[in-house]
């Protein structure tokens, strides 16, 4: 071969490998969640968030190796942000339920029972509420955390029991079994409010240290908390907004712009089929709750409104204590309620209202 052709070639070569999109950066990436994929959110991490990243950066002079650290293997449930200061991975799924005090804007629909029973309206809500309430997405930020996106939630609670319930005289001196801020949402009732999560609500009512439980169909179901507390009242205390996608700020900073705008982007696709999948379980869990022998009935709505109206005004309490801070909390109240108004979703008690 000639020298010229020779030179040609090497040419051709050198610019075929430098072209863009054909020798991509690959970066490493670990994604972490706490609970295994079982749980609806970190499937949909893998299946739709992940898979959705790497469609983005097709044809970009970048891509991403990703490792999948679930179910305790890299962090335990609630250990997900150590896990992203340490740097052992740099992106995750954090529940803002689980961090009241560090993330404590974050959870508005827990103090403020009786909202609405559309998870999409709560979670798009709260979601939003990210970019018109700065304070909001700094507290991520304040935790070297950036806020994806991708909301994601628990449905509709309910309340379980061993007993039938048609008012909420039915409460009075029964022991009630709720995760951690729920427990408010017995104050005043007659009820005591006994706190447990879910790897305990069994074997406490089976044992009789509660007579029933605040619970969510899809982990009702699961646990087959029928079983032993088979009065099922839908009261509609509202769906929950309890964390979303984030990643190590300090790494996303340093990603150029198309891996940034690609990960901030993936967590619309996963918000929408998170939503998608929620819907098919719970209507699953109904059903599987009935054929489990569960009599499942619904709280009328003035005892609806009764129960609201006899809690003291905690979400008021919340908003104030954490103004006292430095915090928006009356801000985050107002806006949540006005969106729900704006909405149009039936409350029996406004509590942004003093």
């Excluded at 609806?40 to 999948?68: C, H, M, Q, R």
């Excluded at 935790?143 to 039915?170: I, N, Q, R, W």
């Excluded at 103004?323 to 729900?340: E, N, R």
């Amino acid at each position: 071969m000639s020298f010229a052709k020779t030179l040609a070639s090497c040419t051709l070569a050198a610019a075929t490998l430098c072209a863009p999109g054909l020798r991509a950066e690959e970066l490493d990436v670990t994604a972490v969640a706490g609970h295994p994929p079982v749980f609806l959110w970190v499937k949909t991490l893998s299946e739709s968030y992940i898979p959705a990243v790497n469609a983005a950066l097709e044809g970009t002079d970048f891509s991403i190796s990703w490792t999948e650290a679930y179910g305790g293997t890299l962090a335990k449930v609630g250990g997900e942000m150590e896990a992203m200061e340490d740097g052992l991975a740099q992106v995750g799924i954090v529940s803002s339920l689980f961090e009241p005090s560090l993330l404590s804007l974050q959870n508005v629909s827990y103090v403020t029972p009786f909202g609405s029973p559309d998870v999409d309206l709560v979670l798009s809500t709260v979601d939003g509420m990210h970019d018109e309430i700065p304070a909001m997405r700094k507290l991520w930020e304040d935790l070297d955390l950036e806020y994806l996106g991708g909301g994601f939630g628990l449905e509709d609670y309910l309340l379980m029991t061993t007993f039938p319930v048609e008012s909420l005289a039915d409460l009075e001196g029964r022991k009630i079994n709720a995760p951690g801020p729920a427990v408010n949402w017995l104050k005043d009732t007659g009820a005591v409010g006994v706190s447990g999560n879910l790897t305990t609500y069994y074997n406490d009512i089976q044992s009789g240290v509660a007579e029933g439980v605040i619970v969510f169909p899809t982990a009702a179901a699961a646990a087959k908390l029928f079983e032993v507390a088979p009065y099922v009242t839908r009261v509609h205390f509202g769906a929950q907004f309890a964390g979303g996608i984030v990643a190590k700020k300090s790494w996303f900073d340093e990603q150029d712009p198309v891996v940034q705008d690609a990960l901030h982007a993936a967590a619309e696709t996963f918000a929408a089929d998170y939503r998608t999948g929620l819907e098919t379980r719970v209507t699953a869990a109904f059903k599987a709750m009935e054929e489990g022998g569960a009599k499942i009935t619904e709280l009328s709505e003035d005892e609806r409104s009764n129960w609201a109206n006899t809690l003291p005004n905690i979400a008021m309490d919340w908003a104030k204590d954490l103004d006292g801070k430095g915090l928006p909390g009356t801000v985050v109240l107002t806006t949540y309620m006005t969106h729900l108004k704006e909405a149009g979703v039936a409350l029996p008690r406004d509590w942004s209202a003093e």
